[in-house]
């Protein structure tokens, strides 16, 4: 069993956010000595599920929708499988708009690398948009779609 102050070590979390996460109900079963909130394995696991949750951009009221959801048991199964299939997806979609930027970044700091080392844009205006190097035109390319 761990302490508020633990869980709060271990997750980089602050205690107000763990405290508030419990008023929410998002522990459902977390145990209580003397008033004093002790953290199982099982509420670890659901803080896990629900820092991925949270992260993935669902709102606190729909991950607490998916706690009780598990706490209702095995026929909320497909809710909680749509539920994660959608926060997937989502997170996927981010992550292509994400990659797309960091390929214009790494385009960028390839074309002013070239114009400081030349001392001018000159030859690489030359190059747009059919002619970079080979590993440069993926990075354009894909950057401009």
């Known amino acids: 069993m761990y302490s508020i102050g633990q869980v709060s070590e271990m997750f980089g979390l602050p205690i107000s956010t763990l405290r508030y996460y419990d008023k929410q109900g998002l522990f459902p079963g977390i145990e209580r000595r003397s008033g ?21 951009g669902l709102e606190i009221k729909d991950i607490k929708q998916f706690m009780d959801w598990c706490v209702e048991g ?32 790494r385009f960028k700091c390839w074309y002013y690398d070239q114009a400081i080392q030349d001392g001018s844009e ?15 035109q993926p990075l354009y390319d894909h950057a401009h779609q």
């Open 122 to 136: 000159d030859r690489i205006k030359s190059l747009l948009p059919d002619h970079l190097p080979d590993d440069i």
């Open 36 to 56: 004093i909130r002790k953290f199982g394995e099982n509420e670890l696991e659901a803080l896990r599920v629900i820092e991925c949750l949270k992260m993935s």
């Open 74 to 105: 095995a026929p909320t199964y497909p809710l909680r499988r749509e539920l994660l299939e959608k926060q997937k997806e989502t997170v996927e979609a981010e992550i292509a708009h994400m990659n797309k930027v960091l390929d214009m970044l």
